[in-house]
RNA sequence: GCCGAAGUGGCGGAACCGGUAGACGCGCACGACUCAAAAUCGUGUUCCUGUAUGGGAGUGAGGGUUCGAUUCCCUCCUUCGGCACCA
């Protein structure tokens, strides 16, 4: 029996200050990148540096993700945690605009502060090979990057639309614009084109439909090829009825092809300017194309949502397959995917209640029995599939069956062409914005569009005073920035004033963080060999379809251009859950964001950690309260007082199952990134053990199993049962030692437990030897003085026995 | 609208591959220690019924498969997340 030492309470935050500068000076965490033993990339995606600093969210991700890099390098692997800063962006310019404070110092206060909590929380970081993607060293290869996309053809120009404020006579971006007008000064806010840089995202599409290899969540994967969208369909072409010239249509149902009555048009597709020029059409046609422009794509698409809007074009074309003649609208819902062009039946809902509105004629040409059937008094599409009818040799065949063989048809008459399409677009890459990475690109009254020769970046973004946009980006407002000599003519020439999109910085900065000491280059390939792909990537969901799309297709190309050896950037890929505070998201504007320092400092980082890994499922997040924080403080007080307490000089054998049991559960709890379950085996563990008492080597074992949930407790635990101060020559970090492994010698259970069922009913409890026979279990389930009760009168039908588990008796009468 | 995820005690959650639902923790109740409080320790804690052995109900709702369903299938309801200039 433990006796009543009085021990003196574990005092965590004296301690966790203490190990936090040993290993800072040891440089436990500062990796030898060139020992190539078993290395393992453990990253989790760096935060954004914002004023609301490091919020419980972070920690959330932080320190699980920190636990598993430690188990990690308890398994024996060279782990690798890297740390470092999502830095330029919209906010910090905002902020810059409110307050005047430039986006540069704002900045590099919001990453000190956060640096200093970051290193509060003891993690295993490797602060010698950070990132901080607003530091020119760093954007000058986001430049350079920019450069090889440039280089392949890539990067391109062209004119697009963005949000515009007529009151601020400014850019808006998406979260600025709520419900349709300006988040500032509430004016409505209209769609402007402006001349912007795309990365060509399009041309990887099929390759990055090709996920083999990858450890990723599956619903990751299918958010994934929904947003890339692929799509086989048939370009269909419409003759127009009075004049020269088709009208190509793109669509994945051919089957519809004789219920077709009308086609309508994206507002935004270059034929509509052309087809009402100088007719009557035209006054109605630009108000409604205006009207929808300031829809957004969700608005105009969505079934519930918003009314169909159209117009009615003045032309008509020509179905190619029974030579009807027919109307063209232009649409809402009809946007510049595929060819900007849909034609449009009874069998589509959209076009069901576009053609209703707008008094168009339908017909159907499937049906459920293949009986021929009259739109007249319906009220809805029919979308269901079925038998088709008035559609010449296709009549009687099941429309998806038909499918393939009418895009055939098609084909073969030269009406149409089978067509692969995505829905996945280029990559708006540019921003008009002062607080990023400025394009590389020269602008030459002679030359055109020169690129910055790579001799010369970075192109470094000034210091200016005006950080609004204004239509054009604010380096624009810079006659020293937008000065410059062309490189090819060396004539007068302009700078590009657009800066990139900050996923572009996050695209490849992976990369860099096992490079961040090269100064001649952004990486190195032999180098990245070992470190690449990244072992274990850890981070929101939200990323599933951006920067996690981004970051393989710019691993792809630099891959195509045989810069790096590796196809994909992240082999394993964890989504931890997003904490919420009153089931709202954490944020600035609803105020309720928590801030983890307090608690830091009255329970030291490990109880804050083991309390957010205690809440639930890593995957799964949940809603934030302090409430249940004390549970973990006593647990760890227990764990001390438990483990400093005398020792045994041998345990029973029931001890050491439990020992052997807890290293069993722990190990695979952490392995699945199960921590809420292994810090339950290990509370229980220690209710047994402060029962029960403990020797040096099972003490050693428990403080190794908690060691990657709360470090500083064990490494101090460890020091002292190896009675070593740090100081010491021959001291070694607990991160150091061995794994325990359990033998299933001592795991199992001599007797069990086996459950006595009669019909799906528990009706008793036996204990037995672990293996024993099926008729010596029914046996005893028989002797049951419950279970008799049961079985009186009653025929038994059938006996069920589970080995280990239960007996369960079928009965009739 | 489209895509994705989730619904279990007063609360957070646990339950391997279909086999005792509620581990572990919070909270609460009672008790021990104390002049007292805090801390700590012990006992109990899904609901109904019963002194108790026991019995009945129960994992968002309804149905199905099965000796047996939180787990598998179907229908529905609710909540949350993403939707391309927030990162």
Known sequence: MNSKSD??????????????????????????????????????????????????????????????????????????????????????????????IPPAASTAKNVEYMVKQLKALGAMYDWSQTVNTSAPEYYKWTQWLFLQMYKRGLAYKKKSPVNWCPGCKTVLANEQVHEGVCERCKREVSKKDLAQWFWKITDYADKLLDYEGLDWPEKTITMQKNWIGRSEGVNIDFPLADEEGVLTCYTTRPDT???VTFIVMAPEHPLVKKFIKGTKYAENVKEVASKIRKQTDIERTSEGGKDKLGAFLGKYAINPVNGEKIPVYIANFALMYGTGVVMADAHDQRDFEFARKYKIPLKFVISEDGKPHDPKDANEAHVADGILFDSEKFNGMNNRKALPKMADFLEKKGMGKKTVNFRLRDWLISRQRYWGAPIPVINCEKCGEVPVPEKDLPVVLPRIKDYKPKGKAPLATSAAFMKTTCPKCKGRATREPDTMDTFVCSSWYFLRYPCAHLKSKPFDKEALKAWSPVDMYIGGPEHACMHLLYARFVNKVLFDADLIAHKEPFKRLIHQGMVTKDGAKMSKSKGNVVSPDSFVEKYGSDVFRMYLM???????????????????????????????????????????????????????????????????????????????GLDEKSKKIVVQLIAPMAPHLAEQLWSELNGLKPSARTWTSVFDAKWPKFNEKFTAQETIQLVVQVNGKVRGTVEAASDVSKEDALKLAYMQENVQRFLEDKKVVKEIFVPGKLVSFVVKG
């Open 7 to 100: 021990s003196t309470p574990y005092n965590a935050p004296k301690h966790e200050k203490k190990w936090q500068k040993l290993w800072e000076d040891k440089k436990l965490y500062d990796i030898n990148l060139k020992n190539k033993k078993k290395p393992y990339y453990n990253l989790v995606m760096f935060p954004y540096p914002s004023g609301d600093k490091l919020h419980i969210g972070h920690w959330y991700n932080f320190g699980p993700a920190d636990s598993w890099g430690r188990f990690m390098r308890m398994q024996g692997h060279n782990v690798f945690e890297p740390m470092g800063f999502d830095a330029f962006g919209l906010p910090a310019e905002n902020y810059a605009i409110k307050t005047g």
């Open 614 to 692: 205690f809440m639930g499922p890593f995957t799964q997040g949940g809603d934030w309260n302090d409430k249940g924080i004390t549970g973990v403080a006593r647990f760890v007080q227990k764990f001390w007082k438990v483990v400093t307490g005398p020792s045994l000089s041998r345990i029973s054998p029931d001890t050491r199952g439990l020992v052997h049991r807890t290293i069993k559960k722990v190990t695979g709890d952490i392995e699945a990134m199960q921590f809420n379950t292994a810090l339950a085996a290990l509370m229980e563990f220690m209710n047994a053990a402060s029962k029960e």
């Open 257 to 259: 092809i004789y219920s």
